[in-house]
DNA sequence: CTGAAAGCGCTTACAG
DNA sequence: CTGAAAGCGCTTACAG
């Protein structure tokens, strides 16, 4: 029945050592509250000798504070998105970890998000990172009604009010890359584009379209496969595309951009060649394609690292900035030459 | 300075509410000690009727106990690694959350575990499951010298005793696969493998061994190329191997072996007309890749199921089984044809 | 500068 | 069957 855990010394124990009271040692520890600079010194020494470590369970308890947060992970995804996830996971870590934090995870599926609840009934965490928001979204309405502090990692729709957002400017950055394109003289774009239900692809889509507009060019909406989520789909949009002879096929993810080379293998299709290829993301799954393929670069880490500082603000109650937008790149490789 | 979070109901006004101790409302929810039939629906049905949720830390605290398991989570891998971790944390949520236990995520870099030492030294969790272990093993240091329960995913170096072990069974699977390739008359197999400080190598090399042995056949030294972790390794490796006329390529991970499918493919070389190919393990990489390679099939959500349970028994003093080896199956495509 | 005491929200012998 | 009280390990007004 030996929980395996050894007893541990607590507070009252270095208080009686040291003939101090326990408000005294907390004090020391805490670096609240007037303490003489010798008292504080006896106890941090003792404290250091001895290997003490306050439970900060209790110390939460006393404080009303978990010191967790929560960072809840999308139930479903492709195996491409996994690395951003990993990525921002790396950041928030790093950052919560300096702040004596730790991460709890919850995994929730799009319909089903009683993991989360769970964990916000049992005031499990101080806070919460949502790694990937939908336009229509549960984890949303559930937070603001419970009032728990959050923040997200991408924008979220504009139907929410005071949501906090942490995202790449990926509007900014879709149009750089499209003008670019545009730029290269390929007129006959085509879009093969993800999950209409993330917030993320309609940004991508306005930035597509926007930067059309800048260049006074239109676009053929029949070059536009959106919704593309399968394999089955994207084989299907890839082959239209090249029936109507679209000069570059522009991703807009990299889900869908393996599928696409993929597909473009299978038909012996040559890129850059017969058709060039873009991706509005960036991966690690890519990286070691042949050709190298253009795309945006975006830094998961600092994401994770700039989403998980705001939120520990928000949770001291600082003034926060309801949108942090972080920079981008466009870096252009053989696909596009 | 407002936390968000609302004040909380909390036994003591369910108490009094009701005319009772606290001591009865415990009772009623807990079940344990003796309570009228009568009483305990009274309170049952206020509780239910408030949404009256228990305060898991103060509760924690009562019982010296947290609610919360640590998974750590190795902070350096390859892409094709993630979905298996990924996999297991869906395994491992879905038993932890059905006893009301939490996931706190830890990373850690094979020379620094400082993210789950302070875990452990601020008493955040009751057990630990260890997603990767090595042969020479940091963490598991550590936390046997702490003597916190913990449970490791795949199976650890001989050199540690008493370690509590869930693991595919690697050994057998890969001796199966390989005594059917080798019954297929490719006598001249290339290995290619990963990083000897994972314990799984160590397992797969034995199978691959025991396999020739028991087929009385003698393996050919100079086509086994072991740590060959990145791809101008793997180029190397796939070049002298071919030079030697190797008929089938063993992968001993899917990493190695999309590295080596990417060799092949730079090369011209066809699978399986000029070079057959298959890996010692199964991922959603490998999954659409034309042709489809044989590999083994394992299942890694049932890993972290096992895995969890069985650390949950382990914290609860329950008598658990030392190794727990789960089964495998080989899935023969068009790769080795 | 320091300490006794109450409190965070539960559990659990102990007594009745 | 039920309750008063002590305890889990901290923090923090309040008083001195």
Redesign the pocket.
């Known amino acids: 029945m030996d929980k395996g855990l050894e007893k541990?010394i607590?507070?009252?124990d270095v208080a009686e050592a040291l003939?101090?009271?326990?408000?005294?040692v907390?004090?020391a520890?805490?670096g609240?509250?007037?303490?003489?600079?010798?008292?504080?010194e006896r106890v941090l020494a003792y404290i250091e000798e001895h290997d003490y470590k306050?439970?900060v369970i209790?110390?939460g308890?006393?404080?009303?504070k978990t010191y967790n947060i929560c960072v809840v992970m999308p139930g479903e995804y492709d195996v491409v998105d996994l690395t951003f996830f990993q990525e921002c996971l790396f950041g928030i870590q790093e950052i919560a970890g300096s702040m004596e934090y730790d991460i709890l995870l919850s995994i929730c599926r799009k319909n089903d998000i009683s993991s989360l609840e769970r964990i916000i009934a049992n005031h499990k965490v101080d806070g919460v990172i949502l790694m990937r928001t939908f336009v229509e979204d549960e984890q949303i309405d559930f937070l603001q009604t419970k009032n728990v502090p959050f923040v997200t990692i991408g924008s979220t729709s504009a139907n929410y009010k005071g949501v906090i957002q942490i995202d790449h400017n990926h509007k900014s950055a879709c149009k750089e890359l499209t003008s670019i394109i545009l730029m290269k003289q390929m007129d006959k774009i085509a879009l093969i584009g993800g999950n209409e239900e993330h917030v993320v692809t309609q940004s991508r889509l306005r930035g597509f379209r926007e930067a059309y507009a800048k260049m006074g060019k239109t676009l053929d909406e029949d070059l536009m496969f959106l919704s593309q989520d399968n394999q089955v789909l994207v084989e299907k949009a890839v082959k239209e595309a090249l029936n109507r002879q679209a000069d570059c096929i522009l991703c807009m993810d990299d889900a869908v951009c393996s599928r696409v080379l993929k597909t473009l293998r299978q038909q012996h299709v040559k890129v850059p060649e017969d058709v060039r290829v873009a991706s509005f993301y960036n991966s690690m799954v890519l990286e070691n394609n042949v050709p190298s393929i253009t795309s945006l670069s975006f830094d998961a880490k600092e994401l994770g690292m700039v989403a998980c500082r705001t939120l520990l603000d928000l949770t001291e109650g600082l003034e926060v900035k309801e949108r942090t937008l972080l920079p981008y790149e466009v870096v252009l490789k053989e696909s596009t030459k």
């Open positions: 541990n607590t507070i009252a003939g101090v009271s326990k408000t005294t907390s004090r520890i805490s609240k509250g007037r303490i003489g600079r010798e008292t504080r306050p439970n209790a110390k308890l006393a404080q009303s």
